[in-house]
């Protein structure tokens, strides 16, 4: 009687759709696969796909990996077949919340050199798919007094407002500023705007004694520093 019991309760002998979470409470998250633990965000499957089955096909079409599937919009992910709104939903929600709990690991009180601020941002910048703009404001002691996106621009480039940069330097009290871009295609050599743009900022800061300390373009390949390669 104790055998037939534990055969009709064994993992193998629920619903497709419920196998991922028993396995979690059996096994632990560690044993799950990424198409499992995707299939418990999912909850149920589509037709005569189970929740795994939509998860496969789901990273499938993100190249089988966890940081393009991050990057994927409610628009894109509802393309595949079985994906309505809220199930892309519960995707985006919890790729954002893995990101912002790996964001949380990484936070800076002082910078020491290009490589603290690059992986900083690398963090921050790594799923956008557009070209954005950040400031990082520091007071005398290198001490981060704040972080924001100052523009938006397309796919291939962004414009920064000098104007928009100092005066919230003025309202912080920041005395030194750190340029920050992110290029999504994943080339880190500046361009000769990242250039002119870095000269216009540096010169404009002189004038009201902030120092531009460093301009750094980020990438998933790695990151490019102004700074140390003698350029500011």
Known sequence: M????????????????????????????E??????????????GSGEKTAVDLA???????????????????????KIKGIGRAKAISIIAAMELGRRRNESTLDLKIIKDSRDIAIFLRNRLKDLSKEVFVVVFLNARHNILNH????????????????????????????KLILCHNHP????????????????ITQAGKILDIEIIDHIIVSEDGYYSFADEGKI
């Open 185 to 200: 295609s994943g080339n880190l050599k500046p361009s000769r705007q990242d250039e002119l743009l870095t000269e216009r």
């Open 31 to 44: 044993a799950l696969s990424d198409s499992e633990l995707l299939a418990i965000l999912l909850h149920t």
């Open 148 to 175: 924001e996106i100052i523009s938006t621009g397309g796919f291939t480039n962004t414009l920064a407002d000098l104007r928009v940069i100092f005066n919230r330097a003025l309202e912080l009290k920041a005395v």
């Open 56 to 78: 496969k096909e789901i990273l499938a079409e993100s190249g089988n990996n966890l940081i393009e599937l991050g990057k994927k919009s409610v628009e894109s992910l509802t």
């Open 2 to 29: 104790e055998s037939s019991h534990k055969s009709s309760t064994g993992i193998k002998n629920w619903a497709p759709d419920d196998r991922p979470r028993e396995k979690l409470l059996a096994k632990g998250k």
